[in-house]
């Protein structure tokens, strides 16, 4: 493999992922920020940007050294409109904004917050997905609103509706960087934990790379995370797909792939954990004895 940092050459989005190429996406910017104290919750609008630009450019940077090969901007919430409603839950408006960005010639990305169930409006997936193409859209996926495993479920069912559709289009995921298989329609936003108390059940690095490989064996190439999503589950992508990139990330330079640096420990049954099959296997627990496994939504 190269060194870590990755090929030097530019290339734009489209054409890289019809290379085959593996696009490693940004993560966690209000949740993240709120945290570190440079965002209110709420309305969670992204004043941070004018207020504490050092600490937007800081987590950036986390996400770039990681092996983020995409710098979103923070404008989540930038808008009127936007406040009113966080776009996008509703197919119809997400092919009103492919059609106005279609005007500009440049490639359009669009992705929904929504699950299996579909969009607010009950269009399932793949008719979403449909939609977003024949309005012009070349890379289509799902962002936020919900965990891991159900994004990549609704994932497969874009692909599945792509293909009865006989459409092609390139596909992107941007996770929630929690565990939500007791979500409803609406997403994390539902569950009594959100937004101040989601912790236990923030994935492990581990589960991130496993996301990470059925993603790619799914056929996304441009893979991502949302609210949750530290750097640190960047670089778990960034290695798990290491070997289909050709290189390594900055910040793996201190970060022994899968435990192995456990392996100098001084206590043996530490150094016994380093291995991938300890990870994989390991059930983690909460470390709350009183707490539900699960939660009812309160929508």
């Known amino acids: 493999m190269a060194a870590a940092g990755g090929p030097g050459a530019k290339k734009g989005i489209l054409e890289r992922l019809e290379s085959g190429e593996v696009v490693v996406g940004d993560g966690s910017f209000l949740i993240t920020l709120e945290k570190r104290g440079c965002v209110k919750a709420g309305l969670w609008t992204p004043e941070a940007v004018a207020e504490h630009p050092d600490a937007v450019r800081q987590l950036h940077m986390e996400f770039l050294r990681a092996g983020s090969n995409v710098m979103q901007t923070f404008t989540f919430s930038a808008s009127e409109e936007n406040m009113e409603s966080k776009y996008f839950e509703h197919a119809e408006e997400a092919v009103w904004a492919v059609e106005v960005l279609k005007e500009s010639g440049k490639p359009v990305a669009a992705t929904m917050c929504i699950g299996p169930e579909g969009d607010m409006h009950d269009v399932p997936p793949g008719e979403c997905a449909a939609k977003l193409v024949r309005a012009g859209a070349a890379i289509v996926g799902v962002n ?4 891991p495993g159900t994004s990549l479920k609704t994932m497969t069912l874009m692909k599945e509706g792509l293909q009865a559709a006989g459409l092609t289009a390139h596909l992107m995921v941007q996770s929630l960087g929690f565990h939500t298989p007791d979500c409803g329609k609406g997403g994390f936003v539902d569950l009594p934990e959100y937004p ?34 530290e750097p640190y589950h960047i670089r778990a992508i960034a290695e798990e ?13 201190k970060h022994g792939s899968w435990g192995s640096g456990l392996n100098m420990h001084t206590k043996p049954w530490i150094r016994a954990r380093a291995r991938r099959e300890y990870w994989e296997n390991l059930l983690p627990a909460s470390g709350r004895p009183f707490c539900p496994a699960l939660s009812k939504p309160d929508a």
């Open 144 to 147: 936020c609103r919900f965990g």
């Open 241 to 253: 797909l290491a070997p289909e990139r050709g290189f390594w990330p900055p910040a793996s330079d």
């Open 196 to 229: 101040f108390a989601l912790e236990p059940r923030l994935a492990t690095r581990w589960d991130i790379q496993n996301y990470a490989r059925e993603a790619y064996n799914l056929g996304v190439r441009y893979i991502g995370g949302c609210c949750g999503f």
